[in-house]
């Protein structure tokens, strides 16, 4: 995957962007339903989704989304909250991920607001490309310092609320929220290098192409 | 303010910022990508230029992998320095003590501080201290552990003590010999040594709401080892000593020593109460011309609450006499007055006694009581989500807390004194009888510590609710409008006799300010309770950061404003005088204060 300049008025892709935030990381935002895991190296191509550089199968396993559910399904080794899975799997609402020997990944879904589930990686290893971690984006992103948010953004002082309508993503207005440096009073659709700011912070939209 | 430069920004050529990490006391912290995909942290240097850059050129060359790389120090088209770094992508020690508020586990514990060892000691083998070591500063890269921000390293000079101007590092974690300017290796070792106690209890040893305050306490109070397991308490400590050359020498000792207690390969005991650190005052630790410590003051034991503050400044004294010429002249003529006399002298006697046994006696912690009781139940939560201010706002609303608690035994105890002075004049006074009446006596001290609770309670609910003192006096004269109605309710139930009151208002339009037996009316305790909270500015006498703890002449200026009151609305004089000084000498007693001489020397 890598990042491309996009027109200011195309959408953001079925296969999801990026979200640089300040004083918390990147985070990958992915819009199609099923997500790919596996192994691989920097610099390298990577046949998965997410890539992690690890000692996994190129292709280790697969997230589904179904409607309201998750289900994983994998190729190669695993556990789900210490029971080793061999077939398909629902994914509950928090679940601890091991792949292969050692890399521990961690699934929430912190809101019963939204369907959108979180992933990142616990053990020391990082993934390919430079991200925290991948959301899940199925309708809502919820970004913030309180408790049932998808990013935890500590010295934020207010929510940010981003949601999708088909591959598009949208923010949600608020009272200190900039969009490109202006306030906004309804909904705006956000493209490639879109900057939002609240406060002293900002966060940058990066569509990726695969 | 917003960060200087935004994503996608190129100050310096050959990387592109991405996103901001964090603005720091010495500038901002970019991630970057170079040009051919090199993550770094890009630090544009602010502030302290001189300072940091000097630090910078002593640390490029050095590598070690419990220490973030320098790469390079570069100038843009602009002339700003920007300190080219190694990204580190995991966790800093700060969000993992974040994550196990009651303490991180011990295995946990030893990683990072094997880590922090081995980077400090490879500095200070090369005569730089890191003199900001705090959680923030370390990372995690995977499993190694990584020092950052060297560049506030400084370089040890010959005399190994050289004085500097300019305090730099972070409060919590500063050795007290940073507050006279020196800078051995023994402060990276007390900042480690803070950083295994915030580790193991989840919490800082020493805390405050203000920048002062957290400096005094590493100055002069003992850390609480009680909370460290005991076979860890003499290792940590001896790392926390207030006098350097009492701390380990080196990291690398204090890390072989910590893991040795750890491991248990020593039977190190529980610290007892006589061997806990010193406590070291300013004057302790003033140094020759030269920079060291002058033996001839040693460091030396103090109470945990030293007198001053008790004793009259000079105007206090001059104010004390000239009160004591006017009521000695007040007696003289006869006018009334004559009766402030005995409880002002029981005031003074009383005070000074009651805070020698605060002092003295097992109870010295009474007053941190409720401070305790809300530090427990928060434990969980507090310092994983509440910021030290707002832990320091709690622990002064629990001092306040406990404060009102101890009215009750002060009051009581003045009051038995008061009538066993003088117990006709007294009880002649109050009742217009010389006989015993407990009830007014029960009255007095019932009214005293409602008055009192009043006073110490406004002040706790606004710092719980808007982290300051209260501004305005408006909540105090509510507080005294609610109070007037629950003290008349009581004077009705106890059926206490009072003598005739004269004041210049003997009603308020139709309504009389006395009712029958000369008791004052619900009216009259409204207005003399609403009037005296309102009139006499409390604050002064119970904020922390007050002249003095006690102060006589505050009394005497409480007694004087309730005898004003009772001159112009009837109310019984002497009733008045004695709740008014009861109370004052109460809340002044009790509510929490930090000494000022320690205040002003930082």
Not at chain 2, 145 to 158: A, E, V
Not at chain 2, 455 to 462: D, R, T, W
């Amino acid at each position: 995957m890598t990042p491309t300049r996009s027109p200011a008025t195309s959408a953001t892709g079925p296969q999801g962007c990026r979200l640089w935030i300040d004083g918390v990381g990147c985070w990958q935002l992915w819009f199609a339903d099923t997500l790919t895991l596996g192994g691989g190296a920097a610099g390298q191509p990577c046949e998965a989704d997410f890539g992690i550089q690890a000692a996994l199968s190129r292709r280790h396993c697969q997230v589904m989304r179904s409607g309201e559910h998750y289900q994983l399904s994998t190729t190669g080794p695993a556990v789900i909250d210490g029971q080793p899975v061999t077939e398909n799997v629902f994914l509950a609402s928090a679940a601890n991920i091991r792949l292969g020997n050692d890399v521990q990944l961690s699934w929430t879904r912190p809101s019963i607001l939204s369907r959108s589930a979180v992933l990142r990686i616990c053990s020391p290893h990082r993934p390919i490309s430079s991200i925290d971690g991948v959301i899940l984006l199925a309708d809502t992103l919820l970004i913030g310092s309180g408790a049932g948010v998808h990013i935890t953004c500590p010295r934020w002082t207010q929510p940010l609320v981003l949601f999708r309508r088909q591959d598009q993503l949208f923010c949600q207005p608020q009272p200190e929220l900039e969009l490109d440096g202006q306030r906004i009073k309804a909904p705006q659709p956000l493209t490639h290098g879109s900057l939002i700011s609240i406060g002293e912070l900002c966060a940058r939209l990066e569509v990726v192409t695969p | 303010m917003k960060f200087t430069f935004p994503p996608e920004s190129r100050p310096l050529d050959g990387y592109t910022i991405k996103r901001a990490i964090h603005r720091g006391g010495f500038g901002e912290v970019y991630y970057a990508v170079s040009d051919s995909g090199r993550e770094v942290a890009l630090k544009l240097l602010q502030h302290n230029t001189e300072v940091e850059l000097r630090g910078v050129q002593q640390c490029l060359n050095l590598s070690h992998p419990n220490l973030v790389t320098i790469f390079n120090v570069q100038q843009d088209g602009d002339g700003d320095h920007w300190i080219v770094m190694e990204f580190v992508p995991g966790d800093t020690l700060d969000a993992v003590i974040r994550r196990y508020p009651q303490g991180m586990p011990l295995e946990l514990i030893r990683k990072w501080v094997n880590g922090v060892v081995a980077g400090g000691t490879y500095l200070h083998q090369r005569g730089i201290v890191h003199r900001d070591l705090k959680p923030g500063n370390i990372f995690s890269d995977g499993e190694t552990i990584k020092i950052g921000d060297i560049g506030l390293s400084k370089f040890i000079t010959h005399s190994r003590r050289s004085a500097q101007t300019q305090s730099v590092g972070t409060v919590y974690y500063m050795a007290p010999e940073v507050a006279k300017g020196r800078y051995g290796k023994e402060v990276d070792v007390y900042a480690l040594g803070v950083m295994i106690y915030e580790m193991l209890t989840g919490s800082l040893p020493f805390d405050g709401e203000s920048t002062g305050e957290i400096l005094m306490k590493h100055l002069s109070e003992p850390p609480d080892l009680t909370r460290l397991p005991p076979r860890l308490q003499r290792v940590i400590g001896r790392a926390l000593e207030k006098d350097p050359t009492r701390r380990f020498d080196s990291l690398e000792s204090f890390g072989t020593a910590f893991e040795a207690a750890l491991l248990g390969r020593d039977e190190p005991q529980p610290v007892p109460a006589a061997n806990r650190p010193i406590e070291v005052t300013f004057a302790d630790m003033s140094t020759d011309s030269a920079g060291a410590r002058t033996s001839a003051n040693p460091p030396r034991q103090k109470p945990a609450d030293s007198l001053t503050g008790l004793l009259p400044s000079a105007r206090g004294w001059m104010f004390i006499v000239a009160a004591g010429v006017l009521a000695a002249s007040q007696v003289h003529s006869g006018s009334g007055l004559e009766f402030v006399i005995p409880p002002v002298l029981f005031a003074a006697g009383g005070a000074y006694l009651w805070l020698l046994f605060l002092q003295n006696a097992p109870f010295a912690g009474m007053r941190d009581l409720a401070s305790r009781v809300l530090s427990s139940r928060d434990a969980v939560r507090r310092d994983s989500v509440l910021p030290p201010r707002e832990r320091a706002k709690r622990r002064i609303v629990g001092q306040y807390l406990g404060a009102a608690a101890l009215t009750v035994p002060l009051v009581g105890l003045l009051t038995l004194g008061l009538i066993g002075i003088a117990p006709q004049t007294t009880m002649e006074r109050l009742t217009g009888s010389t006989e015993l009446d407990l009830a007014m006596a029960a009255f007095v001290v019932a009214t005293s510590t409602l008055l009192s609770w009043t006073i110490l309670l406004i002040p706790a609910l606004y710092r719980l609710h808007y982290g300051e003192e209260p501004k305005r006096r408006l909540p105090y004269a509510l507080g005294g409008l609610g109070l007037g109605v629950l003290v008349s309710l009581l004077a009705e139930y106890l059926m206490i006799h009072t003598p005739a009151a004269r004041g210049v208002f003997e009603r308020i339009g139709d309504h009389p300010l006395s009712g029958t037996s000369d008791m004052p009316s619900a009216l009259g305790f409204i207005v003399f309770t609403t009037l005296l909270l309102c009139l006499r500015d409390w604050r002064q006498q119970t904020l922390p950061v007050r002249a003095k703890r006690f102060s006589i002449s505050k009394v005497l200026g409480t007694i004087i404003v309730a005898w004003l009151i009772t001159a112009i609305f009837s109310f019984p004089q002497s009733l008045a005088v004695i709740c008014a000084a009861l109370t004052s000498i109460t809340v002044q007693l009790c509510s929490p204060w930090y000494e000022r001489r320690r205040r002003g020397a930082l």
